[in-house]
């Protein structure tokens, strides 16, 4: 399928092209190269990009609603205000992504490396992290509730300010995680004990 000149294909090579605010709902795009790619305000719903390559590609306000993203890689990927809810993430590679003010509800993230991510205001709410590594990333005034943490890797996290109400923290490393005026409230802790 051609896309503002573009031919999008599985494995496609489209490192920095511009495919910004570009119609690409449901398209099969597993292991494409979008690299250093521009996808600001792009439609990528439902789309398939099992083991693609976002990596330094602006996404910021990108429709990912229910894309997958299994494996994939998104390091460095700006995703500031994208929807990714409902995505499946798992697996995949997001080192310092920027997820700032994203909207990531009931998203998949079981197994992603979130090592130092931007993640201030997302909204996680009642999402997947089991056994993620959010090592080093900054939740400031996330909103984490119902969340499943279950062995998810929080040390030196910045959960400042951030709703942990009801979430499950059951097997969690939270060694150096900063959790000032955070809320707790009814949350699993790492030990099984309740939150009150």
Known sequence: MMVNGYKVE????????????????G?????????RANLM???LAEANLIGADLSYADARDANLRQAKLNEADLTETD???????LTNLSHAKMHSVNLREAKLIEANLSHADLTGAFMSLANLSEANLRDANLGEARLLDSNLRDAKLQGAKL???????ASLVNADLTGANLVGAILENADLTGATMPDGSKHE
Request: glycine share 16%; hydrophobic share 40%.
């Open 10 to 25: 599985p494995k496609a090579n489209l490192r920095g092209a511009n495919l910004r605010k570009a119609g690409l709902h």
């Open 27 to 35: 398209l099969d795009m597993h292991k494409i190269n979008l690299n």
């Open 79 to 85: 995703l500031r205000g994208a929807s990714l809810n």
């Open 155 to 161: 040390g030196g996290a910045d959960l400042t300010g």
């Open 41 to 43: 305000g792009a439609d």
